[in-house]
């Protein structure tokens, strides 16, 4: 099975700011990797697939990069809306796991 | 539009089972596999398995091999998961999601709103 390691597990940060959290697999998943934001009481919304594409309606400030094992999500100017706790999943193979959580709060 | 609609929370027993319905609209049901994932409060999300909604084909995790079935009934467009043998570590949000796939891009796209399972004596 694929593990999917986060980190930081926990981000504080301010509007404005520009925050990247990592996702480390495994093993290679070429670019199978998708991000998803939750919010509390919430089911997850899918920001980010294969890796680098923006989901249709999401902000232009919410990019991904990376190929193989690492991989990157990057808020480029933190609104109050991007407080929540982001995921990453990768879709190379079954069972189709998740990173633990980054949870991004205020400072 | 696309909706994918669960059933109520459920409070069982240990050792009862539990079925969660997911009852699609907005797209042709055949179409995109259904998978489940849970939540354990606090906790990140750890994904159950999938049903193919067209031939009834399935794909469970390991972890619930033995316990987990998940069933459809294409004629009202809905999809189950039925979990048995509840343990108090399977309280959790239970989600069905659906799987978008186009060319070689693997991902869920709309997810239901959650169904929380209580095990408790």
């Known amino acids: 099975d694929i593990q999917m390691t986060q980190s930081p597990s926990s981000l504080s940060a301010s509007v404005g700011d520009r925050v990247t959290i990592t996702c480390r697999a495994s093993q290679s998943i070429n670019d199978y990797l998708n991000w998803y934001q939750q919010k509390p009481g919430k089911a997850p919304k899918l920001l980010m697939y294969a890796a680098s594409s923006l989901q249709s309606g999401v902000p232009s400030r919410f990019s991904g990069s990376g190929f193989g094992t690492d991989f990157t999500l990057t808020i480029s100017s933190l609104q109050p809306e991007d407080f929540a706790t982001y995921y990453c999943?990768?879709?190379?193979?079954?069972?189709?796991?998740f990173g633990q959580g980054t949870k991004l709060e205020f400072k | 539009q696309v909706q994918l609609v669960q059933s109520g929370a459920e409070v069982e027993k240990p050792g009862a089972s539990v079925k969660v319905s997911c009852k699609t609209s907005g797209y042709t049901f055949t179409d995109y596999f259904i998978h489940w994932v849970r939540q354990a409060p606090g906790q990140g999300l750890e994904w159950m398995g999938w049903l193919n909604p067209n031939s009834g084909g399935t794909d469970y995790s390991q972890k619930f091999q033995g316990r987990v079935t998940m069933t459809r009934d294409p004629s009202i467009t809905t999809a189950y998961m039925e979990l048995s043998r509840l343990r108090s570590d399977d309280t959790a949000v239970y989600y069905c999601?659906?799987?978008?796939?186009?060319?070689?891009?693997?991902?869920?796209?709309?997810w239901g709103q959650g169904t929380m399972v209580t095990v408790s004596s």
């Open positions: 999601a659906r799987l978008h796939h186009d060319h070689a891009d693997f991902y869920f796209d709309y």
């Open positions: 999943q990768q879709s190379y193979s079954t069972p189709y796991s």
